[in-house]
């Protein structure tokens, strides 16, 4: 009798998926409408240009940037930009030779230096090495914060002690106390897998999002932490008090969430960890919710860190919260006799 009920739940189980998966996709951008990492209106000029070996419309959005103190744009066009230079560096090896000592192109030159010693079998090695590259950046701008994101990183695959990394911190936030990277780089290093623990690493984050300005990206601080936690694997998850620590930080990212447009690929990022983490806590109706919000705009954190398909990551997760969904609704509606039919009706 167990063995049939069994059967008969997952039949059941499988006519609602049949039945209601096909709605929910309403909302939902078709797969090859979304894109991974699309860079917004300013970003993409540069870009292409850099593809033809053209640095001066990188130069300019990021002095742009600078001049007008935008930290949080400047540290992501930065990113994405020595992302491309990795593959492609002729447009920045030509930009360095016209102009040896911007403050732009020596940010550009010391983010990419860094990130090729992260890879390096001799990281810690690699890395100091490239420590005066970070030097110069940061003394060309005095101002930027974003060179001290890039010394807090390089801090952390150094294995500098607490002490050190205290005093860069006090560096950063004396330039931009509410700066997302540099709040990010402190927390990877207080992290379990580097040189804090799990409670250290919600500690920050949670005292970080409580102090932080109404709709900052900082307020995301605790879902990058519950995703640390939740990355590690099981194992490492063993007390409710660090559950309800995650579902806390679920909820301040839904919360943040709702303060920006659907479709906004500016928080695109912090939906997608959102997402990421909603799905691991089994929260598969707010999930959906946040993959409408996130719309075209899929980013290759949290995904890539788990499969080397992204964007199929992205894909399959959206899909799979969508039978989950649908799985769990009724199989059949009654009619309401005011006409409404319900919300998936």
Known sequence: MICTMSFLRALLRTARMIRHAPQLSAGLPADDEVLLDAPDERLSPALVAAALGEYEPAAKLLATTRDASEWENRD?????????????????????????????????????????????????????????????????????????????????????????????????????????????AALQYLSAAWFGSHRECFDFAEQAAEDSLPSSLVQALPVRAAFALLSVGTEARTTSMLEARIDRAADLAIALSATYEPGDPWPAEVRNLLAYVLVARGRWDEALEQFRLIGPHATSFPWSPVSDDPLGQFLDARDGVRLQVASGMPLRYRADHSGSRGHYA
Do not use: M, N
């Not at 490239?130 to 001290?148: C, Q």
């Open 76 to 184: 992501r066009y930065l990113g994405r930009l020595v992302t491309f230079a990795r593959h492609r560096d002729s447009w920045l090896t030509d930009w360095l030779a016209a102009a040896p000592h911007d403050p732009d192109a020596l940010l550009v030159k010391a983010e990419l230096a860094v990130r090729r010693a992260w890879e390096s079998p001799a990281r810690a090695e690699q890395l100091r090495d490239v420590a005066p590259l970070i030097t110069a950046a940061a003394e060309s701008a005095p101002r930027d914060p974003v060179p001290w994101r890039l010394a807090l990183d390089h801090a952390r695959g150094t294995h500098a002690p607490h002490t050190a990394f205290e005093a860069l911190w006090e560096q950063a936030v004396r330039r931009s106390s509410h700066h997302y990277g540099c709040h990010v």
